[in-house]
């Protein structure tokens, strides 16, 4: 079974997409979801993560655009996407993984959703 993400699809610059992923298992057993992304020839980016105890972390140019949040009684993971730009164009997969000392210690990857954002 693979974690699969959800909600991607086409936006104009300016506006919102929400993104959805429901790990495999309880979200219980991961301490630490993550989204990354992937545009055409570049390598793979972390965009967001969120630990169990709901502490986050974004990267630099999604910083105050994204949120990422957690429902531990849907178990799903989610990142809203506001403010989209062209150069969030990009797959973007979502992993269930582990926080360890000073690194991320990160699942398989998963089926990624294509989101493509025109200006």
């Known amino acids: 079974v693979q974690l699969q993400a959800s909600g991607g699809g086409l936006a104009q610059a300016g506006g919102s997409l929400r993104l959805s992923c429901e790990p495999f298992?309880?979200?219980?057993?991961?301490?630490?979801m993550s989204w990354y992304r992937q545009a055409p020839g570049k390598e793979r980016e972390l965009v967001a993560d969120?630990?169990?105890?709901?502490?986050?972390n974004y990267a630099d140019p999604v910083k105050g655009r994204f949120t990422i949040s957690r429902d531990n009684a849907k178990n799903m993971v989610y990142l809203q996407m506001n403010d989209l730009k062209p150069e969030d164009t990009a797959v973007y997969y979502c992993?269930?993984?582990?926080?360890?000392?000073?690194?991320?210690?990160?699942?398989?990857w998963g089926q990624g959703t294509l989101v493509t954002v025109s200006s």
């Open positions: 969120i630990t169990t105890g709901v502490d986050t």
């Open positions: 298992g309880s979200l219980y057993m991961y301490s630490l």
């Open positions: 992993n269930a993984g582990y926080k360890g000392v000073g690194k991320r210690i990160l699942g398989p």
